[in-house]
């Protein structure tokens, strides 16, 4: 099965918002509403802040969104602050009842 | 508060078995779905596999035929043991679970994990 695909990195100043794309095929993303998305901290686990395309669980700040559109699934962080800087990762459940990671975006607080 | 926690010996040879222990306190496994994932270093993650709460699991294509993902009730832990490794098995291990919530008296099941063990990492060499 592929790695669904993302960009290496993306870069923003704090306070500003920034969109982190993930793409995937009619295999996964597109045929169904489960994406999710983690943050993974240097040295740490990855923690669950999207999941179902755009639920937040319980905890998870409102600047962390979701959305979908056709394959490709977005995650939006607005209000951008130092505290969100690490590796983003998409993931989706599969026609095969597998499940597939995106390729991994560094996100940079300028 | 469930906890998970990784075990497992840090280095392994090539062409043996890795065997790695889940243990999970402050919920029964055989009340939940259960992954393995795994990071290699400075790679993204790759979803290992799966066993339900009934214990039925499922692989990963590209790992099927090497891994065996298995639970142990009585001791409240899962295993997993990954065949003929190679240096391309070297990564960080992380169990974790998959979410469910209870509405209305039946158990809904999500596709994505939200409790993670902290991790173990198995190096595969000579």
């Known amino acids: 099965q592929s790695v669904l695909t993302q960009p290496a990195s993306v870069s923003g100043s704090a306070g500003q918002s920034i969109t982190i794309s993930c793409t995937g095929s009619?295999?996964?993303?597109?045929?169904?509403?489960?994406v999710s998305w983690y943050q993974q901290s240097p040295g740490k686990a990855p923690k669950l802040l999207i999941f179902?395309?755009?639920q937040r669980p319980s905890g998870i700040s409102r600047r962390y969104s979701g959305s979908k559109s056709g394959t490709t699934a977005s995650l939006t962080i607005s209000g951008l602050q130092a505290e969100d800087e690490a590796d983003y990762y998409c993931?989706?459940?599969?026609?095969?009842?597998?499940?597939?990671f995106g390729s991994g975006t560094k996100v940079t607080v300028l | 508060q469930v906890q998970l926690q990784e075990s497992g010996p840090g280095l392994v040879k090539p062409a043996e078995t890795l065997s790695l222990i889940c243990s999970v306190s402050?919920?029964?496994?055989?009340?939940?779905?259960w992954t393995w994932i795994r990071q290699a270093p400075g790679k993204g993650l790759e979803w290992i596999g799966n066993?339900?709460?009934?214990?039925?699991?499922n692989y990963n294509p590209s790992l099927r035929g090497r891994v065996t993902i298995s639970e142990d009730k009585s001791k409240n832990h899962l295993s997993l043991m990954l065949t003929s490794v190679t240096a391309a098995d070297t990564a960080v291990y992380y169990c974790?679970?998959?979410?469910?919530?209870?509405?209305?008296?039946?158990?809904?099941?999500?596709?994505?994990?939200?409790?993670w063990g902290p991790g173990t990492t198995v190096t595969v060499s000579s």
């Open positions: 974790a679970r998959v979410a469910q919530e209870e509405v209305a008296f039946q158990t809904h099941h999500y596709h994505c994990f939200d409790v």
């Open positions: 402050g919920d029964s496994i055989s009340t939940f779905s």
């Open positions: 066993i339900s709460s009934s214990g039925s699991a």
């Open positions: 009619s295999s996964d993303i597109s045929d169904f509403k489960y």
């Open positions: 179902d395309v755009t």
């Open positions: 993931s989706s459940f599969t026609t095969s009842s597998t499940y597939v």
